[in-house]
């Protein structure tokens, strides 16, 4: 029992660490890398329509589609658009991870159900 309780405190603490994206990093990425420039001031106000709205949108999802814009040259798996794939060139998993944090963190005028 108690047993099962530690390697149980083990496997969270670890997977705690191996999931924690970091949103102050997370910034520093998005603003370094001027994203705002197409996605517009906040991550809210796109500059035209081509540009989605990101701003508060589910962290989950954001990681997910900022990863398959690295899936390079398979169309079939990833995401294919040159803009977006050039973009997320340059950047780590983890790096990944602490943008899509940052960015869900961000109030966005998305919604689900008006
Ligand atoms: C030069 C303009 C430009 C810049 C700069 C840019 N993006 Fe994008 N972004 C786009 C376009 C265009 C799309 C739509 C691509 C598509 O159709 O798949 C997009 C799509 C996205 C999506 C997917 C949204 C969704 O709902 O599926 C995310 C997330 C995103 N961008 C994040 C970023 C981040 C983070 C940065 C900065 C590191 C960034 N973008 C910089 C033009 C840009």
Do not use: W
Request: one cysteine or more; hydrophobic letters at 45%; aromatic letters at 8%.
């Amino acid at each position: 029992m108690i047993k099962s309780a530690l390697i149980l405190a083990l496997l969270s603490a670890s997977v705690g660490v191996a999931h924690a994206a970091d949103i102050a990093k997370g910034k520093e990425l998005v603003e370094k890398n001027n994203c705002a420039a197409c996605h517009g001031a906040g991550l809210k106000a796109p500059v035209a329509p081509a540009y989605p709205k990101i701003a508060g949108q589910y962290q989950d999802y954001l990681y997910f589609a900022l990863k398959s814009y690295t899936v390079d040259g398979n169309s079939n798996v990833g995401r294919n658009n040159a803009i977006m794939q050039s973009q997320m060139k340059p950047y780590s998993d983890k790096d990944l991870r602490d943008m899509a944090a940052y960015i869900a963190s961000l109030p966005g005028d998305l919604v689900v159900k008006k």
